[in-house]
């Protein structure tokens, strides 16, 4: 008897301290949300189908795919399946990874509609009403949402060019998973 | 030499050196070329931006393109002639990509810009002095190109205490300091007498390893009594590391990820102390260079001064190259060099040397191995790192594994994979993981800055959006109230009623007088159905119920008469309808004042009306001045009473210009109606003028 009631005296304790921290050590937001949003690219593209990168990392963290992103490709796929301890799979998209993309305004089109201004979400577009407008290329994330707007097409998303900054080597190929044939032509 | 103590530092190896190939002759000015290509980006930091234009005529020296931004140096021209292109060129790099250069079709005169020399720096401000340096061009002439001036510049923790020089000059093959020391050993110590004065060590250390014994002793020679201290190291690949010839002359180590200046100590390659000799004592920036032409498929393997621009196809073909001899071309060593696909590429500030070796000479590696865990690179690695778990780990991608193992730390020497017996390209996976890391730390940089960016506008657009919305709210708002106001003015149909007679009452005092008039009516029927109680059935509890009530009833009703009482009753209400109704009454109090009068009211009856059309007037002014609109010019013109006279008189007038007119206008008018008329226009004037005043 006196076993039972102890019992229950600690479980109403617990139960009492547990309810009383739920209230007092409350977590703002969600921080699984926070964490993935950390690790998508910020294009906020939509390409994902969600208005932008928190709310797609909100999905995430209600238990959407996450194999959605198509500027953030499988590095992002993988970080994520770190990060959620889940299986990566390959990226659900129909054009597969695109390279980093920028924006370019062939200036000489514009008509300065300030219509690609409104749908930058990085304000990397400058311009004024009827003023010609260009795309400042260091700000831009590639995710085109500019394109569909203009109303003359004069936007292009060209591929982020190549440079010697950016160049770097590759990673060798594993030892020893070639046939003898293929090592010659791997070496 | 003997007696001073020297370290050691971890791994190291020994490859055969081959310097003998290229050591034996003296440097020799290699010839003019007819084209020069200077690309832009010559150093680590920002490219220089071109202030030349094409077509412009440059002298040998000129600055053609100025650093931009602080770690960057300028460009010079390495010859005299003119520009003919700026744009895209070959690169010495291993990709093969294009980078921006401009090119100088060279006039074969090499007429020199006018040059300031500066015999005695010591007169110069240090801030003067390091700005020559850095206006000269000069960046580190052993390999890694850091500009001069800013690593003179950079003192992160207090003062330099060691200044070494670096002449140990490791690799395999390269010999172009070994020449440089035993030709201008004069020229070095003058340099290095620059950065003593600059930097005031408390020592100097000069390392050169034990297989230049020519070098050491021109050094010595030069050296005099200077105290600065010469070592000799023994001869082990990679001493010439920064951090490992630190080691070696102090017995200190560098920590992990830090510069020598974290202990006090500064590096400078002895091909830079004689272009710093050069640039103060010599005025000369830096346009040249000495470097290693070798390999077995040169004929002539030997050390050129070569201008910067030079490509590096002629400098070959003036060393004798058997191109079909050669097998690959090495820029650099054979430890840390990269192949270059072209011979296209001009020759740079970077380049110490360029190896042309044969196939049996270098042969390419074989097939790499699995590897077996020997752990011999672990041995031969300078740096004490562990090579082989940074391989698997930089297989497996394991980003946080190869930091944890100090992957940065790796000064990609190739000690590793020289000793590796599985012929793994170890250096190949370091450099891979490290541009991995590096690239996904720029993504992930550019990342968070689009987020603060996107943040950053969704809050603006908030904060837009929120503006619009209470600004349509507060329009809303306003013209409910009008429209309320107005509808309360039309809902009452009974001027005299006590609430309309005060129309105008401000907003809280009326609502103020609707509570207290319901709670007063409340308290009434609260009242009368207590005294029906009482009537039906009489008890002394419903008694004093009752007289409760009924005082409850009277504060009520004395309550609601203050307030009234204290909204006088034109008490002005900022809003057009109360000035509206005001207005209307005072019509109405002159309109029944002239009715009384015409009907010959009693003067009591109309001095009472009077009052109340003075009453009314009153409240109009109130209204008007509490309205927001600003009162009505009044313009009271004193009409004086017409008298018949005057009537007569005016009307006498006007016929009499009638007829003038008319008799004018009809051209068959005979004169003298005409002037009959006028002369009783005349007559009317006078009289009129005549009445008015009087």
Known sequence: MTAVLVLLLLCLVCGALLGYAAVRFRVEGNPIAEQINARLPQTQCGQCGYPGCRPYAEAIAAGDKINKCPPGGAATIQALAELLDLEPEPLDAAEGEKPPMVARIREAECIGCTKCLQACPVDAIVGAAKQMHTVIAAECTGCDLCVEPCPVDCIDMIPLAGSLQHWKWDLPLPPGRLIASDRERAA | ?694
């Open chain 2, 1 to 694: 030499m003997s007696d001073v103590k020297l370290w050691d530092f971890h791994g190291g190896i020994h490859p055969p050196e081959h310097k003998a190939l290229s050591n034996r002759t003296p440097i020799q000015p290699a010839p003019l070329p007819a084209r020069l290509i200077l690309p832009l980006g010559q150093h680590i930091g920002a490219p220089a931006q071109p202030i030349v234009a094409v077509g412009e005529r440059v002298l040998k020296g000129q600055t053609i393109a100025a650093a931009s931004g602080r770690v960057s140096v300028p460009l010079h021209a390495p010859t005299s002639g003119t520009v003919s292109f700026i744009g895209p060129q070959p690169y010495p790099h291993v990709s093969g990509m294009l980078a921006p250069a401009i090119v100088i079709d060279s006039d074969g005169l090499d007429a020199w810009a006018p040059l300031a020399p500066c015999a005695d720096y010591r007169g110069l401000a240090p801030e003067v002095l390091l700005e020559k340096i850095r206006q000269a061009g000069i960046s580190g002439l052993g390999g890694a190109g850091f500009p001069t001036a800013v690593k003179l510049a950079a003192r992160p923790q207090g003062k330099i205490h060691t200044l070494i020089i670096n002449g140990a000059e490791c690799e395999p093959y390269i010999t172009a300091d070994d020449r440089l020391m035993r030709e201008r050993a004069a020229e070095l110590v003058a340099g290095i007498e620059i950065l003593a004065w600059l930097i005031q060590p408390e020592q100097v250390l000069i390392g050169i390893e034990d297989n230049k014994p020519e070098a050491i002793a021109a050094l010595q020679a030069a050296l005099g009594e200077r105290p600065f201290g010469l070592r000799v190291l023994p001869t082990k690949y990679p001493s010439g590391g920064e951090k490992q010839l630190v080691e070696l002359l102090t017995g200190q180590q560098v920590p992990s990820g830090g510069l020598p200046t974290d202990v006090g100590m500064l590096c400078q390659n002895v091909g830079t102390c004689v272009a710093i000799h050069d640039a103060v004592l010599q005025g000369r920036p830096l346009v040249s260079r000495i470097v290693t032409l070798t390999g077995e498929a040169l004929a002539r393997p030997m050390n050129v001064e070569a201008l910067l621009g030079t490509p590096i196809g002629e400098l070959l073909a003036f060393a004798g190259l058997d191109e079909a001899r050669m097998d690959r071309l090495i820029m650099g060593g054979p430890m840390m060099g990269f192949t270059l696909p072209s011979l296209e590429a001009p020759l740079i500030k970077t380049g110490n040397c360029l190896l042309a070796p044969t196939r049996s000479e270098l042969p390419p590696p074989p097939p790499p191995l699995p590897c077996i865990r020997c752990g011999a690179c672990a041995d031969a690695c300078p740096a004490s790192l562990l090579p082989q778990q940074l391989h698997f780990f930089a297989l497996g991608q394991e980003h946080e594994q190869l930091r944890a193992h100090n992957l940065f730390d790796c000064i990609e020497c190739g000690a590793c994979a020289y000793v590796c017996p599985s012929s793994l390209p170890l250096v190949q996976y370091y450099r891979a993981a490290k541009a991995e890391i590096r690239e996904l730390e720029q993504k992930q940089h550019k990342a968070e800055h689009s987020r603060r960016r996107f943040e950053l506008r969704q809050e603006r657009l908030r904060k837009a959006e929120e503006q619009k919305e209470a600004e349509r709210q507060a329009r809303a708002e306003q013209a409910a109230r009008a429209k309320a106001l107005q509808t309360e003015s039309a809902a009452l149909p009974d001027r005299t009623a006590p609430l309309a007679a005060q129309p105008s009452l401000a907003a809280g005092l009326l609502e103020q007088q609707k509570k207290l008039r319901i709670e007063a009516s409340m308290a009434q029927i609260a009242l009368k159905k207590a005294e029906k109680q009482l009537a039906a059935h009489a008890t002394p509890e419903l008694e004093a119920q009752v007289a409760e009530l009924r005082a409850a009833v009277e504060a009520a009703k004395k309550a609601l008469e203050a307030v009234t009482a204290a909204a006088p009753p034109a008490v002005p209400a900022s809003n057009d309808a109360a000035l509206k109704k005001a207005k209307i009454e005072l019509a109405i109090k002159r309109t029944e004042l002239k009715k009384a009068e015409k009907a010959g009211a009693d003067d009591a009856e109309l001095t009472c009306l009077r009052e109340a059309l003075a009453s009314a007037e009153r409240a109009l002014h109130a209204a008007e001045e509490a309205s927001d609109k600003p009162a009505p010019q009044l313009i009271r013109t004193d009409k004086r009473p017409v008298d018949e006279k005057l009537r007569t008189l005016k009307t006498e007038l006007a016929f009499a210009r009638a007829d003038l007119r008319k008799l004018e206008r009809d051209e068959a008018a005979d004169p003298p109606a005409l002037e009959s008329a006028r002369t009783r226009l005349a007559e009317a004037e006078r009289k009129l003028a005549e009445h008015q005043s009087e």
